[in-house]
């Protein structure tokens, strides 16, 4: 390991920091930032030939027997290498493994493009792109844990046939339990990519020339004692870090209250109050808290809607046939939704901070990414908005007032839900990126 002389922490290695990102991943990646994309690349081959390892071992689990010995999974794994090496003696299945291949490095690309906003800072976008790439390569070796874990789980959970004595088999549930590892699997990694992706280096200083906060004008040159020649503001004025007194800090659930609400309320009021430039972990605590809530709205509107349809059937024997049904679609759907959540959020953010600082010349996308956090809240909303629309649908539906409605125009009952429930989600996401262009427009003078 070598010493970084501007922060004096150790410089990894690729090996090193392919090992450390299993364990440490934001110490791995920031530490690793000075590797070239050569170096990253050859970890992310490196993660790929663990995660189809780790593929082959479980491939050899699942066929082999009950009682099973080590060498016989063994066995059963090579039996399977010598069927993908004949599978490969023809043209089909090299084309196979090529197209394999692309697709893997093609998503590796399209994800960098998504997470960019999240480990963005103020300098050209092309450095923004490429750090988020060179660290979603580091990050590769993730993927062999995920894996081996869920895979371990599935194969488990499908050899359950043992327990076919009791009346409840474990094989029943194979499909819901394979939905929440899978569920689980995705929210770790997400949760690795956003810390790992968003950390900042130990020190961090702005690299573009101070613009007045009036009218954006470069004061590059100009004595700190004069005004602005636009506009007339005074440049110590500008440059004083009290002009952008930040946002509230967040220590409980009232406090992201009102700041959910000042932000929806007036996000322009936010913008101008945001500091861009400066080290602030508040709007990584405020999505944190977000994607909580969002976590636990989902079942509590599962359980209602599932109590308003047996309300609506008759049945109300809620405790024999629901408390599973809510436990396990409500918990799965609540981490799909965190990741629906936080991956809007990136692309909506990206999106923005492209947009509004293309005239600008300067890489906006911290700020659109710290309004998106700030504004995460309006995703509980949102979320509850949908719930109440769902439950008016299981309404309308139980008393049968969609039947008239789709002969009338010729459409099936299906199509008229599920054009109405897209509807409502691509509004929240129209609401939601406004507030957020709004909010970078107003942070995009910021100098702090």
């Known amino acids: 390991m070598k010493r970084d002389g501007d922060y004096g922490e150790p410089k990894y290695k690729p090996a090193e920091a392919a090992v450390v990102a299993l364990v440490r991943p934001v110490m791995a990646v920031r530490r690793a930032d000075h590797l070239g994309l050569g170096w990253a690349w050859l970890v992310h081959v490196a993660g790929i030939i663990l995660a189809a390892v780790a593929l082959l071992l479980l491939a050899g689990y699942e066929s082999s027997g009950i009682n099973s010995t080590l060498s016989e999974v063994l066995s059963r794994s090579f039996r399977a290498i010598n069927e993908l090496q004949g599978e490969l003696n023809h043209p089909r299945g090299w084309a196979a493994l090529a197209a394999s291949v692309i697709f893997i490095e093609a998503s590796v690309m399209l994800l960098a493009v998504v997470c960019m906003a ?21 990050l590769t070796p993730h993927a062999a844990v995920m894996v ?13 046939q043992w327990l076919s004595h009791t009346r409840v088999r474990i094989i029943d549930y194979a499909l819901p339990l394979g939905a929440l590892v899978f ?31 009036g009218c954006g004008y470069q004061l590059a040159g100009l004595r700190r004692d004069r005004s602005c020649p636009e506009c007339g503001l005074a440049i110590a004025k500008t440059l004083d870090k009290a002009v952008r007194t930040g946002t509230a800090t967040m220590n409980g659930l009232g406090k992201w209250l009102s700041v959910t609400y000042q932000a929806v309320r007036r996000p322009s009021a936010l913008g101008k109050r945001l500091q861009v430039m400066s080290s602030d972990t508040g709007h990584q605590r405020l999505l944190t808290v977000t994607l909580i809530l969002v976590l636990m709205t989902v079942p509590a509107a599962m359980a209602g809607a599932l109590i308003l349809d047996r309300l609506l059937s008759g049945h109300v024997d809620l405790v024999k046939n629901g408390v599973g049904e809510v436990i396990v679609a409500g918990t799965v759907l609540g981490l799909m939704m965190i990741a629906t959540t936080a991956g809007a959020a990136l692309m909506i953010a990206g999106l923005t901070g492209v947009l509004v600082g293309w005239r600008q010349g300067r890489n906006l996308m911290p ?38 409605l789709a002969a009338r125009y010729n459409i099936a009952s299906e199509k008229i839900v599920f054009f109405w429930h897209y509807a409502v989600a691509s509004l929240g996401l129209l609401i939601y990126g406004t507030l957020i262009e709004r909010a970078t427009k107003a942070a995009r003078n910021a100098n702090w």
């Open 183 to 213: 569920a689980g699997g995705c929210l770790w990694a997400l949760w690795v990519v956003l810390r790992a992706l968003g950390c900042r280096p130990a020190s961090s200083m702005c690299r573009w020339p101070a613009r007045c906060e």
């Open 367 to 404: 700020a659109a990414m710290r309004a998106a956090c700030y504004l995460s809240g309006f995703a509980v909303i949102w979320s509850l908005v949908f719930w109440c629309s769902m439950a008016v649908f299981l309404v309308v539906m139980s008393l049968d007032m969609l039947t008239p």
């Open 148 to 160: 081996g874990v869920i895979g371990t789980a599935l194969v488990w959970v499908r050899r359950s």
């Open 118 to 138: 999240w480990c963005s800072r103020e300098e050209k976008i092309g450095i923004s792109y490429v750090r988020a790439l060179r660290r979603l390569m580091l």
